[in-house]
């Protein structure tokens, strides 16, 4: 089975750089019929990456967030590195 990676992708207000986070499989569906809210709303949302750690994100301050497959290996928070 391929190794699956489904990251959340932000784009902030103030960067031209995108912040990358690999998500829980479990979660991405679900994170994803969320975002039109969490974006209108604009308040601050947590969010569990691959490596079972929580990130808190302020959706003020974001632009443009969508779920996305990411298939760079070793791109992304929350994604532990392999030694």
Do not use: C, I, K, W
Not at 12 to 17: D, E, G, I, K, V
Not at 29 to 47: D, F, H, K, N
Request: glycine share 8%.
């Amino acid at each position: 089975m391929a190794d699956e990676r489904v990251s959340l992708v932000l784009h902030l207000a103030s960067s031209s750089t995108p912040l990358t986070f690999t998500l829980e499989p479990e979660q991405t569906e679900t994170l994803a019929q969320r975002l039109p809210e969490m974006l209108e709303r604009g308040g601050v949302e947590s969010v569990a990456t691959r490596d079972h750690s929580t990130v808190l994100v302020n959706f003020g301050h974001v632009a443009v967030a969508y779920v996305d497959d990411n298939h760079t290996a070793g791109a992304g928070f929350g994604l532990r590195q392999r030694p």
